[in-house]
């Protein structure tokens, strides 16, 4: 009998789609053995990715930074990055992908549904990407001898819904030959993760519902909505006529701003609000605010606030970004993504994020602050203290583990020069070597332009004699 069989015939047998409530799988009652396997994600798709704008933006922009990263190995002593040949599984996981597209696939899975799979195909060469709503997660109670007992996970029962076909029979794979990646853990359960849609599913709705509401506004109230009052008693007859007619003329957003004609003794009131009036802006940012901090995504980056002090703001936001989100996302990744590789001894796969564009400013922030210790080296290896001590101290930022006994001599040494813009700028000026040569200076003032063209001073009087007598005067 196959492993799958054995598993799904146990009666004490868990599957993940039990425990929570914000679970994309679910379980018919009559078969509490296997699961039947709902198709939630494409509803997830069509509800929060297709349908909302701030989920789309949100959306794209953690898929685009996420994926700009690249694989490497680093060293865990001296933390140094390299690569070699064995990271070309995740360099190209499949005819005609790079890594940028396996992160882009598995951050797509991880929104929508909160976990992602990759099979590595034995004997293919390639990585396959398993859809998070046909896969159930398989795993089996462990006693411990002494006591005890805890969940081991055993494998995956992937499976398509009845109504889709050409898609194959259901199929178990191992827990060694499939990547789960699941960031944010499920609270209720024991190996599955949750999507950040989760919490904020009801702003989504809302945000639906307002560009919903929109849209009807626009349709059938873009001019003012009217009480129209006769002073004598109508016909139910006249009273539909009239309505019919004044929709059919005013109604709508291309009749707005009409001049509207009424019969006599009718009397048209106003009633409604304008979008202004209710304030649609507002209360539709709100929304989107909470749904951008769920997504961990800065408003600006989207295009949702405007930018600060000549586009600081977007580097500030870019970085915050990078820091709170896509770090401990790559972190992540890297970990569940290692037991594809032959990782070295001593190592972990690791990323780099040197070739980010927009996480140039960081780097340059981070290379300032290497200066910044480089410096503080030189100057305690040049105080006496020995090279093993001056690191140890800059980088635990304890001066009392500093031991005299070096080779460097305070004073013996030249100046260093701060690379780095000091606190009060100004232009300081030494007095250059007495044996480098001087420039020649002219014997002419510099005023005339060198060519000694300047005219001859003359006396006062004599410019007065010259002035008179142009004037006619004796």
Known sequence: MRLVDRLLSRRDGYWEGLASGAAILSTTYASPDRETVRPQLAVWAQQAHANSSVVFSAMLTRMSLFCEVSFKFQAKDDKHLFGNTSLAKLEEPWPGGAAGDLLAR??????????????DAPGEGRLVRKRPDWTTIISELVQVPGGGQYRRKLGYWVEPPKTVTDQGQGEFYPADEVVHWAPIPDP???????????????????DDGMTTYKIKYLDHAASPN?????????????VDRIRERVNARYGGAANAFKTLVL???????????????MDFSNVA??????????????G???????????GRGYQE???????????????????????????????????DTSDIAALQDGEMERGQAALVRAQALLALVQAGYTHESAIAAVDAMDLSQLQAGGTGTPGSAAPVQHML?????GATAEPLPPTLPRLPVGSTSPGDGGNGTRPTPRPAAARRAIGAGANGHG
Not at 269 to 275: E, R, Y
Not at 288 to 298: D, Q, S
């Open 300 to 310: 600006v980056l989207v295009g949702l606030e405007p930018l600060r002090g000549a």
């Open 421 to 425: 813009g000091q606190q009060q700028p």
């Open 285 to 298: 940012a709100a929304g989107a605010e909470r749904i951008l901090a769920a997504a961990g995504v800065p």
């Open 263 to 277: 019969d006599q003794g009718a009397d048209a009131t106003v009633i409604g609000s304008n979008l202004q009036q």
């Open 317 to 351: 936001s870019m970085q915050k970004f990078a820091n709170i989100w896509g770090r401990p996302q790559w972190r992540s990744v890297c970990g569940a993504l290692s037991q594809l590789l032959d990782v070295p001894a001593g190592n972990r796969l690791w990323f």
């Open 106 to 119: 598995m951050e797509q899975d991880v929104s929508l549904a909160g976990n992602a799979y990759i099979w």
């Open 188 to 206: 209720v359960a024991e190996f599955r993760g949750m999507s950040w849609l989760t919490p904020v599913y009801r702003d989504v709705q809302g």
């Open 226 to 238: 009217l009480l129209i009052k006769y002073a004598q008693k109508l016909q139910p007859g006249t």
